[in-house]
């Protein structure tokens, strides 16, 4: 947590500028146990979808720390990649997620393939609470407070036949896949959609269907890298 | 496992380039449950430290999967990028190392920081049978054969004063820190060291001694990333 991030429910008071926040549950104890910070300590707020700033601890009890803050500066600038992501398995999901985020990413697409196991879609993990509790996650971790738009397809062909045109439409448009006619993933770009497969990667049928939606393949090179590797990877050799 | 590497021990026999090679335990039990292959399916192989080959399973039962291969493959290019990463807590650890054996990292230098716990130390992840497994774990991910070095070391100064101005001499050298006066990290390199921190980086005191030591530092802009994240996007972000 190198940003603890308070939403307007968190405000007790606003005077001047000056915020009053209260922190309880994991933001307290990840400030009490982890940080180990107290009273007339220095912390960095921000407000969800809004300004950061440096705060001071002002009351602390067994529950919740108050602090006072000015927010004054924007968050950093969001990363022009837009992800379509095979649902991975719940537990990777997690930390795939809170990486793209924390990497910047405001816009993700979890869609189904025929690699991702139909039940990974009831899982607790896939709910809207659990995903957006990850993105808290990956902002706090990343010193951001603009929440992105998460979005989930469990058919694929509507996606990809329906959707996915219109998506990237003026954009341009990338499969990260192995292949033999694949461009090797040195593309300097401003703004572009990436879409990575399950473990094991797009079927061959799901590629074209890519392919026909508009989307180049993309290879990483001989090597194969889990999900996990592999998003942070493309990302930082897609952006600048 | 996108390839089975098998070693010495694992040979039953060997004629005219053709090996018969005995899988058991862990590699036996993702053959049959998670891969799903059996007798006369094609399977990848390679020889620790040695080609890689496609097989066919010419035998299978309840503990051991046998399989014919001829080895005519050279295991892709090392990285040239040589990482110093301070210890991560031992879960992390296996995952980071896996990513970066996966991505073709040959040398390995796990070091102190003031932010490790010393008693990760002691934890039998960090055993040197442990990380061992690990990076076979990344080999056969990453679809490779040659082992890595790994080598630990324990204390910060010794290492920093009298083994890293040796060991990157006629090497560029960078340390991962976000800082006023530090490059962004966008250099194309061919054949350098990369020092990372713990989650909550190097103090500036160890900043300034691996410095004093040669290393440059590097900044990935505003956003913190996890050891776990911050591995992989700076691997890519430094080789081409």
Redesign the interface.
């Known amino acids: 947590m190198?940003l603890a991030l308070f939403q307007t429910e968190n405000i007790l008071s606003q005077t001047d500028g000056r915020i009053r926040v209260c922190l309880k549950e994991r933001q307290h104890e990840h400030i009490v146990k982890i940080q180990k910070l107290g009273p007339g300590q220095e912390i960095q707020l921000g407000l969800l979808n809004g300004k950061i700033g440096r705060g001071f601890i002002v009351e602390q009890d067994q529950s919740s720390t108050t602090i006072e803050v000015s927010l004054c500066q924007a968050p950093?600038a969001a990363n022009p990649i837009k992800l379509i992501m095979a649902l991975p398995r719940p537990l990777m999901l997690k930390?795939v997620l809170?990486?793209a985020v924390?990497?910047?990413v405001k816009e993700i697409h979890l869609i189904h393939s025929n690699k991702v196991e139909k039940s990974y879609w009831q899982s607790p993990q896939v709910s809207d609470e659990e995903l957006f509790q990850h993105a808290l996650l990956g902002l706090e971790?990343?010193?951001?407070t603009v929440i992105p738009k998460i979005s989930k397809h469990q058919r694929f062909r509507p996606f990809v036949e329906d959707l996915l045109p219109e998506l990237i439409q003026n954009h341009r448009a990338y499969v990260a896949h192995p292949s033999t006619h694949a461009q090797s993933a040195?593309v300097s770009t401003e703004d572009c959609y990436l879409a990575v497969g399950p473990e094991g990667g797009f079927t061959d049928y799901e590629v074209e269907k890519l392919e026909q939606a508009g989307m180049q393949t993309l290879s990483l090179?001989?090597?194969?890298?889990?999900v996990?590797?592999a998003v942070?990877?493309?990302?930082?050799?897609l952006s600048?």
């Not at 090179?221 to 889990?226: E, M, S, V, W």
């Not at 942070?232 to 050799?237: H, R, S």
Request: without cysteine; hydrophobic residues 30%; positive net charge.
């Open positions: 190198n950093p930390r809170q990486s924390s990497m910047g971790q990343g010193v951001d040195k090179g001989p090597r194969i890298l889990r996990e590797t942070p990877v493309l990302l930082a050799k600048d």
